[in-house]
């Protein structure tokens, strides 16, 4: 009998069957609209089919997990699938419309319950990936510690014997008074290393006992077990208990003295000073050093003189923030030349200002949402996207929209100047295919990106679009829940699929580092990536007062610029040195 996947250990490797009828091949793929787990054949027949091919069909690692179904008490025909965001109670589809919630805000509790189970796996991340470790490096020096305080107090007994022997007969009974000295002090020591020891394992099994919690909300079998984890969002974990290193005993040497024999073998004593606390690594450096070494970095990346000189910091600082007129969020930015401001939201309005606020100009597009659909070029005209007409669009410095190229079948919803060359770099689609098209200055197509060298497409939805220092092209992909990059030939790198399941990406940019600093909607946070794909740390999250970070951009200081989707306002940080 299968396990419930709640109760499935959280490293444990079991073997996923498909949930079609009838077969029972290798499951790898999930459907978020049937909640169905399938192989890749039935997930390439669910595709085909003219009822379910608009279905969101994703890897099983980025499944959204189902609701417990569970009947309304007051209307028992219903089922439970609303969150009233006034109440912060589960409720029916037909409790919405009573007098008790006239006037509410409700949620759709199937995507309140994806986004806590997202947070839950960052917090799981954090104690596998920091917490658990940190507490088992402290073991280990805990460990050597031992091993060097037995080696000192060996050499104390052997300098009290050595003294010793040369007046045997007079000190036999003193030495073995010593002796018992110092073993109780060994013992004293000992049992505070026992003490820090048993504390570091009540803290282990604690870690190991939120881990388990954790993994039951992921899964709840019951509403009231989601009601709770949906009140947990401020769950803290406790901090590491601190440890302290006990200081050795030192053995001072006596003067020979047939009348002061304790004097001849010295004197323990153990220095009143107050213990030195063991240096417990913070989570930032924790991150940054989860970083793989093994791979090694190419030379021409490390003789950039703007690398030489920057290096991440410590630390991120808010250096100033900005309102928008004109907007009612900020769901794309272009820096322009002069300090000038390109800000677009998700309605189509497209606002130039400076950076006193005021408005300079204010365009109607056809862009919507979560589309980074404009970009400013070297010469600091702005080139914008038209999906509806497929064509893109020029704005000189004379403020004059020309007509600049056309797309044809394809409706082009994502652009990017090249600082390197130039080169415009054009995310389109087209049903549900995706590709990226280089043009050069002159608007003349001189590439096309589109399927890997296995003939698999690359994108499905390619609306934010950047380049790196390097000549990588990257693309955040929200349909493939994955940053998709590639390099300037058009093959294929690397995917990231972010560090919890539902990874969403949306604004994504580059930096003179050659990071990758993209938006994740779901966890709220903006990830810092290194230029080959890894990992290095949450950059901004919700803790930093970062809500609903959408769009990001870095400016010549090395300034990154963050726009979030439910404000008009833009916040400038610090985060290089």
Known sequence: MALPESQIPPDAQHYLVCGTEDCEKNCQFYCNDCHQPMCEQCRDEHQKNKKTKIHEVVSYKQRKRPLPVEKCKIHPTRNIELLCEECQIPICPKCAT????????????????????????????????YFEPTSQDLKKEIAGDVTEIKKIMEGVRTAIKTEAEA??????????????????????????????????????????DLVKIFY??????????????????NLVIRPIPETSKPVPPVFTAGQYSKEDVAKLLGRITVPNTKPENRKIKP???????????????????EKSDMKQTLSLSSSVTKVREYTVPGVNGVYHISLGKSGRLWVSDHIGNLVQTDLLGNQLQKIRTSGIRNEGYHTVTQDGDLIFTD???????????????????????????????????????????????????????????????????????????????????????????????????????????????????????????????????????????????????????????????????????????NNLWVGQSRTNTVTVYKYLQ
Request: proline share 2%; aromatic share 8%; glycine share 8%.
């Open 98 to 129: 009573t007098k008790e919630h006239r006037g509410h805000v409700f949620t759709d509790l199937e995507m309140v319950f994806a986004e806590k189970c997202s947070l839950f796996h960052v917090e799981i991340t954090k104690i596998r990936s």
């Open 167 to 208: 007046v045997k007969k007079l000190v036999d009974t003193v030495t073995s008074d010593k002796i018992e000295q110092v073993n109780k002090i060994e013992q004293s020591l000992l049992q505070t290393f026992n003490g820090q020891n048993q504390k570091i394992d009540d803290y282990i099994n604690y870690l190991n």
């Open 216 to 233: 039951g909300y992921l899964s709840p079998s019951n509403i009231e077990q989601l009601t709770f984890a949906l009140k947990s969002e």
């Open 283 to 301: 989570m930032e450096t924790a991150s940054t050093q989860m970083k793989p070494t093994g791979k090694q970095r190419k030379q021409d990346r």
């Open 387 to 557: 999906k509806n007409n497929k064509v893109i669009n020029r704005i000189t410095l004379g403020n004059t929209i020309t007509e600049f190229i056309k797309t044809g079948d394809w409706e082009p919803i994502s652009i990017h100047s090249s600082h390197i060359n130039g080169d415009l770099l054009v995310g389109m689609w087209k049903g549900i295919e995706g590709k990226v098209t280089r043009y050069n200055k002159t608007g003349t197509e001189i590439q096309n990106i589109q399927r890997d060298n296995k003939g698999q497409g690359l994108y499905r939805t390619p609306h934010y679009i950047t380049e790196n220092i390097n000549g990588d092209v990257c693309v955040s992909d929200y349909i493939k829940h994955a940053v998709v990059v590639v390099d300037k030939s058009g093959q294929h790198r690397f995917s990231y699929t972010g560090q919890e399941t539902g990874f969403t990406p949306y604004g994504i940019c580059t930096d003179a580092l050659g990071h990758i600093l993209v938006c994740d909607s779901i966890s709220k946070t903006v990830h810092l990536l290194d230029q080959d794909g890894q990992f290095l740390s949450l950059l901004l999250t919700p803790q930093q007062g970062v809500k609903y970070p959408n769009s990001v951009c870095v400016d010549d200081e």
